[in-house]
């Protein structure tokens, strides 16, 4: 373990090779495991049986966690005229439109959610590989291209613990579920949330075992391979 501190070290100690950990296991193991001095993330990645090139092999969505992220959510919403009142009169950080899309483009990026009416999508387009590579390009699957009279509730949302989840290039899906400082409960029901939500989002193009593997880590600290069984138990 040369090149890592001691504290590292002695959170890695608490992973034993090759075991498998019920859910309720690794939410303990993991916050013990946390050494930073500030509320580390506690993290999920699913690796997945899907080929990430094939279209019927995708695997995108939201999931509502019942206890949020333990975090502020910055909103910015792309609308303009009765929408963009709409916007801001239901919480939202940042509204606006051409203005928004040149702000973003000159590297402002201090939000961490963003949606637009579908009017304003032929604006923000121009913004896909600056938002994209973020995970925070609106789209219509992700449920972020929202309708005016919808903003309230999207939103609303978005403010409580709306999380993305998305397939990467590699086939792994990675979420973030609540902070170290939750309680274990509060971890493992957002936790069942998320597999529940990607379990019900099976590609009609998925082969085999859907879900390979599944891991749960801090920001900072090891992760620990759930037993997929109860793993998949949680949300049923």
């Given at each position: 373990m040369s090149g890592h501190g001691k504290k590292y070290n002695a959170a890695v100690a608490l992973l034993e090779k090759d075991k498998l950990y019920t859910p309720?296991?690794?939410?303990?193991?993991?916050?013990?495991?946390?050494?930073?001095?500030?509320?580390?993330?506690?993290?999920?990645?699913?690796?997945?049986?899907?080929?990430?090139?094939?279209?019927?092999?995708?695997?995108?969505?939201?999931?509502?966690?019942?206890?949020?992220?333990?975090?502020?959510?910055?909103?910015l919403v792309f609308a303009q005229g009765p929408a963009g009142k709409a916007a801001m009169d239901a919480g939202a950080d940042y509204v606006g439109a051409e203005d928004l899309v040149k702000q973003i483009e000159d590297g402002w990026l201090e939000f961490d959610a963003a949606m637009a009416t579908p009017d304003m999508m032929p604006k923000v387009a121009k913004l896909g590989k600056i938002l994209g590579r973020r995970g925070l390009m609106p789209n219509p699957k992700a449920g972020s291209v929202v309708p005016p009279e919808d903003l309230p509730r999207a939103i609303g949302e978005a403010r409580k613990g709306r999380v993305e989840y998305r397939l990467d290039r590699t086939a792994i899906i990675h979420l973030a579920i609540g902070k170290v400082s939750f309680e274990d409960e509060k971890l493992l029901e957002n936790l069942?949330?998320?597999?529940?939500?990607?379990?019900?989002?099976?590609?009609?193009?998925?082969?085999?075992?859907?879900?390979?593997?599944?891991?749960?880590?801090?920001?900072?600290?090891?992760?620990?391979?759930?037993?997929?069984?109860?793993?998949?138990?949680?949300?049923?």
């Open positions: 309720a296991e690794a939410v303990e193991l993991a916050k013990k495991a946390s050494y930073a001095n500030f509320d580390e993330t506690v993290e999920v990645h699913m690796k997945m049986g899907l080929n990430p090139r094939s279209a019927d092999q995708q695997v995108r969505g939201v999931a509502l966690l019942p206890h949020g992220l333990g975090k502020t959510i910055r909103v069942a949330t998320v597999i529940e939500a990607i379990v019900k989002a099976k590609p009609s193009g998925a082969k085999g075992q859907y879900i390979r593997s599944i891991t749960l880590t801090t920001t900072m600290g090891p992760g620990f391979k759930l037993d997929l069984k109860s793993a998949l138990n949680l949300a049923t």
